[in-house]
């Protein structure tokens, strides 16, 4: 997985400093077989907060993700999708939730994995892992669908706000955290769709 920015020119004037160009900020993932012999797939996802980027990059196709961060524990308000950085005290939920974007809701959500990173993106933490928390990661927690198999168009799961440590130096790296989730859309008129952590019963 790599993240590709783009640099902006600038242009030194008299009066000031002034660029007709706005950063565009986005990861690309690519996917090979087990022997690396045979490249699987390739996904993107634009990052720039920015809304004169145009709605057709940041998803193409007819299905779209969605992964928002609730103000509270009943999911019913989100913090705006480019809203500036939350500030938390060590130790806080923080309340996350993917979410499909369709026009055919009968797809259904399956989280390969989600992490969390810093700025520099040196560093990484898993937090989920093929539908379950990693059990060595205390911060992360999912909460299961019980109710009707419409909510399976969307995944739920707290996070502990933490921050990540200079292996180097043993302190605080103060940086901004990021979260990204990679997804598959599951059919359930073509196979069984259960996320098993995420799904009651399982």
């Given at each position: 997985?790599?993240?590709?920015?783009?640099?902006?020119?600038?242009?030194?004037?008299?009066?000031?400093?002034?660029?007709?160009?706005?950063?565009?900020?986005?990861?690309?993932?690519?996917?090979?077989?087990?022997?690396h012999?045979?490249?699987?797939?390739?996904?993107?996802?634009?990052?720039?907060?920015?809304?004169?980027?145009?709605?057709?990059?940041?998803?193409?196709?007819?299905?779209?993700?969605?992964?928002?961060?609730?103000?509270?524990?009943?999911?019913?308000?989100?913090?705006?999708?480019?809203?500036?950085?939350?500030?938390?005290?060590?130790?806080?939920?923080?309340?996350?939730?993917?979410?499909?974007?369709?026009?055919?809701?009968?797809?259904?959500?399956?989280?390969?994995?989600?992490?969390?990173?810093?700025?520099y993106?040196?560093?990484?933490?898993?937090?989920?892992?093929?539908?379950?928390?990693?059990?060595?990661?205390?911060?992360?927690r999912?909460?299961?669908?019980?109710?009707?198999?419409?909510?399976?168009?969307?995944?739920?799961?707290?996070?502990?706000?933490?921050?990540?440590?200079?292996?180097?130096?043993?302190?605080?790296?103060?940086?901004?955290?990021?979260?990204?989730?990679?997804?598959?859309l599951?059919?359930?008129?073509?196979?069984?769709?259960?996320?098993?952590?995420?799904?009651?019963?399982?």
């Amino acid at each position: 997985m790599a993240e590709v920015q783009t640099t902006i020119q600038p242009i030194y004037l008299k009066y000031g400093i002034i660029s007709r160009k706005s950063q565009v900020r986005f990861l690309v993932e690519c996917r090979y077989s087990p022997n690396h012999q045979a490249l699987l797939s390739v996904g993107y996802m634009v990052t720039t907060p920015s809304s004169t980027v145009p709605t057709s990059i940041y998803y193409d196709g007819l299905y779209g993700i969605a992964l928002s961060i609730a103000t509270d524990h009943t999911y019913t308000a989100f913090h705006p999708t480019h809203h500036p950085p939350l500030r938390l005290l060590l130790g806080k939920p923080l309340y996350l939730q993917l979410q499909l974007l369709s026009p055919v809701p009968k797809a259904v959500i399956l989280v390969n994995y989600c992490v969390a990173y810093p700025r520099y993106a040196r560093q990484a933490l898993v937090l989920i892992y093929e539908g379950c928390a990693n059990p060595n990661v205390h911060e992360a927690r999912i909460l299961r669908n019980v109710d009707s198999a419409g909510d399976k168009n969307k995944r739920r799961f707290v996070v502990q706000a933490f921050q990540f440590i200079n292996p180097n130096t043993n302190k605080y790296i103060d940086e901004d955290i990021y979260f990204m989730c990679s997804v598959s859309l599951c059919f359930s008129t073509e196979e069984p769709c259960v996320d098993r952590c995420f799904d009651a019963n399982t």
